[in-house]
């Protein structure tokens, strides 16, 4: 690998969320104001939507880390489940371990007495649902129930969905009308601005290690931006590739040919249009 031939201390351009590469892009920062606000006010859901690769779970596990211990926080990955399974995770998460499972109404129960002691300690309990739009239209009418948990001061939960467009298409169907209308705060993340690439790839080196002059030339990360659209985690891949590519050559610096080279063996990557000399234009 090409860590020692750049003077890399690890991998720059990782696909795995990891908080310690995150570059505060404005619309990266203004969603995670977002959420902070919408906690701190106490009412109702949070829809924060994107694209693939937009860095929806990594602002979840940035959100998660910025909680404080006045917080008590649920995550659930991968919430393809039904109700009822949704309702033994969201007990598990809090801590509600202790009572009957012998049907949904306990279930709840149970979760509410849980939410009850938080309250009583001054808590607030946060549950995060990453992936939100592979949630059956049953399993989103038992998340409303979950949020019609409250007393007559406060709601006992809050709820941030993440989820990718589809979320939205989903949210529209009748049956689940009751929960649309619940929802306070909501935040579409874009992709980097061509005027952040440079910034977020130089990020990325410095986290990684890196102390030498600059990697990628003007003309690459002009390229990087062209065939990812700004969606960091396409930037990530082309990155990765290409800085393979310019260590296949021995190559010191990484050039637009080896982005371009990157692109063509990227699925998702966009195509610039070709010349009649059979290359990128």
Not at 88 to 112: C, Q, S, T, Y
Not at 154 to 163: E, Y
Request: aromatic share 8%.
């Amino acid at each position: 690998m090409y860590l020692g031939h750049f003077g890399l201390t690890e991998l720059p351009f990782s696909i795995t969320p990891d908080t310690q590469f995150v570059y505060s892009a404005a619309s990266h920062q203004e969603a995670l104001n977002t959420l902070l606000l919408a906690v701190r006010g106490g009412e109702g859901f949070v829809k924060i939507t994107g694209e693939v690769g937009t860095g929806k779970t990594l602002l979840c596990r940035r959100f998660l880390a910025t909680l404080g211990p006045e917080c008590v926080a649920a995550y659930i990955p991968n919430p393809q489940f039904d109700g009822r399974a949704l309702l033994l995770e969201v007990a598990e998460e809090l801590g509600a371990r202790d009572g009957d499972d012998d049907n949904n109404v306990h279930i709840v129960k149970r979760i509410n007495r849980r939410l009850l002691e938080l309250a009583e300690q001054g808590k607030t309990a946060v549950l995060c649902i990453d992936e939100a739009q592979t949630m059956p239209v049953p399993t989103l009418e038992t998340l409303r129930l979950i949020s019609n948990l409250e007393t007559e001061k406060r709601k006992l939960v809050q709820i941030v969905l993440f989820g990718q467009p589809e979320l939205d298409a989903r949210l529209e169907e009748p049956s689940v009308r009751q929960l649309r209308q619940r929802i306070v705060f909501h935040y579409r993340m874009p992709g980097l601005k061509r005027s952040e690439i440079g910034a977020y790839v130089d990020h990325r080196l410095r986290i990684a290690g890196y102390h030498g002059g600059r990697l990628f030339s003007t003309f690459a990360r002009r390229a990087l931006y062209r065939h990812s659209e700004g969606m960091p985690r396409l930037i990530n891949i082309l990155a990765h590739k290409a800085m393979l590519a310019a260590f296949g050559e021995g190559g010191e610096e990484v050039c637009r040919r080896h982005v371009r080279a990157a692109a063509r063996d990227t699925e998702g990557a966009r195509r610039v249009g070709w010349s009649l000399l059979g290359g990128f234009a």
